[in-house]
């Protein structure tokens, strides 16, 4: 709470900005778990490899701002964390 209550006064466009985010990706989720006609378990599966490849892919282009190793890292936090909310989506998403 400190960390969003020290944000709040200096970028409060941050916050209209992430909630056009979590539309955006709902408007992705949604459809794409109606149109899986499989199990809730293949559903998931579905948006825990579709997020990391939509989000993480821009990292596999050579940047000039960010350095190989600095790249490489965040690739594989971004796609790990990205994995964990698509399942966490898709699951929530397809239970019924």
Known sequence: MKQIAGIWPTTPRL????????VQWTAFAVPAIQAVKSKPWEKSLTMAVAFPILAS????????????????????ETSSS?????????????RG
């Open 57 to 76: 892919a821009p990292l596999l282009i050579p940047n000039p701002c960010m350095p190989v190793a600095v790249e490489r890292a965040h690739l594989i």
């Open 15 to 22: 916050f209209l900005f992430q909630a056009f985010r979590a």
């Open 82 to 94: 990205n994995f964990i909310f698509g399942w966490i989506v898709g699951w929530l998403l397809s």
